[in-house]
T-cell receptor, first 112, second 114 residues
């Protein structure tokens, strides 16, 4: 069935370094992808999105890359800060019923 | 704007008890959603309401019912709680009319069923 998965359940990064969080998706027809950040005890918060007609999109300190050939999505966080500690989820919309299909999440740990 | 609000924040139920989780949004969004999140897992869609007056099942609807009371409010009811329903429940809303797929989430309700 349709699924969105993550390569690494936990990622430890030194403060100040760049973080790369990866996500694999299975539905080649998916048109839209979103990255969410969830801090402990809170609901998910939108970070950045990308449509399937794009390869790259940049936000403030974040970049999302989409490789449709291998059905891979990544989130890059520049100059990682302690406030970036959270679980990061990718999600896809595989069809037009507007339902998001969520991955399991990657926990980002920042080492001082 | 308060965004998406949920009540209660915490709840403990005994097996077989019933309860209703409340959700409201003040962003005039058309669509609302209920998710559950088990420890260390992603979100799974229980029910959603694409617009006022409509509701549809998501991935894990069994054991739950929903009511879209009006455009602002979307409630989730557990008729006979089971330990397997111990989870954190999130409500979300979005507005397709603006061609945005972004969903805005509430703070969650942490439910324990003993």
């Amino acid at each position: 069935g349709e699924s969105v998965g993550l390569h690494l359940p936990t990622l430890s990064v030194q403060e100040g370094d760049n973080s790369i969080i990866n996500c694999a998706y299975s539905n080649s027809a998916s048109d839209y992808f979103i990255w969410y950040k969830q801090e402990s005890g809170k609901g998910p918060q939108f970070i950045i999105d990308i449509r399937s007609n794009m390869d790259k999109r940049q936000g403030q300190r974040v970049t999302v890359l989409l490789n449709k050939t291998v059905k891979h999505l990544s989130l890059q966080i520049a100059a990682t800060q302690p406030g970036d500690s959270a679980v990061y989820f990718c999600a896809e919309i595989p069809d037009s019923n507007y339902q998001l299909i969520w991955g399991a999440g990657t926990k980002l740990i920042i080492k001082p | 704007n308060a965004g998406v609000t949920q009540t209660p924040k915490f709840q403990v139920l005994k097996t077989g008890q019933s309860m209703t989780l409340q959700c409201a949004q003040d962003m005039n969004h058309n669509s609302m959603y209920w998710y559950r999140q088990d420890p260390g897992m992603g979100l799974r869609l229980i029910y959603y309401s694409a617009s006022e007056g409509t509701t549809d099942k998501g991935e894990v609807p069994n054991g739950y019912n929903v009511s879209r009371l009006n455009k602002r409010e979307f409630s989730l009811r557990l008729e006979s709680a089971a330990p397997s329903q111990t989870s954190v429940y999130f409500c979300a809303s979005s507005d397709w009319a603006t061609y945005s797929y972004e969903q805005y989430f509430g703070p969650g309700t942490r439910l324990t069923v003993t």
